[in-house]
């Protein structure tokens, strides 16, 4: 099995910033694609931004120039460095990886979930 572990949500002022990470664990051979979605109340799922095994990455348009989407391969987490944030970025963030397990198997693993909350 492969885990998913994010941290860094809570509550931040419109104008802040917040770091957001996601460690995977388990049996994990390799891991390809690596991202961040988010679901705001009453609104469906998103991709947020999303980060290749190769470097390349590309955002939403609302994360454009404020969001940046990083990885540490070396240990298996994916960040994502929130700036300027808006009271519209508030949702709940889940982090999202297509990983080879130890068996080979092609898989794709979702987070839990963390909320980001933007307001005064």
């Known amino acids: 099995q492969v885990q998913l572990v994010e941290s860094g949500g809570g509550l931040v002022q419109p104008g802040g910033s917040l770091r957001l990470s996601c460690a995977a664990s388990?049996?994990?051979?390799?891991?390809?694609?690596m991202g961040w979605h988010r679901q705001a109340p009453g609104k469906e799922r998103e991709l947020v931004a999303r980060?290749?095994?190769?470097?390349?990455?590309n955002y939403a348009d609302s994360a454009k120039g404020r969001f940046t989407i990083s990885r540490d391969n070396a240990k298996n987490t994916v960040y994502l460095q929130m700036n300027s944030l808006k009271p519209e970025d508030t949702a709940v963030y889940y982090c999202?990886?297509?990983?080879?397990?130890?068996?080979?198997?092609?898989?794709?693993?979702w987070g839990q979930g963390i909320l980001v909350t933007v307001s005064s």
């Open positions: 999202n990886i297509n990983v080879y397990d130890m068996n080979l198997r092609y898989l794709e693993v």
């Open positions: 388990g049996s994990i051979f390799r891991i390809n694609d």
């Open positions: 980060i290749r095994g190769g470097g390349t990455s």
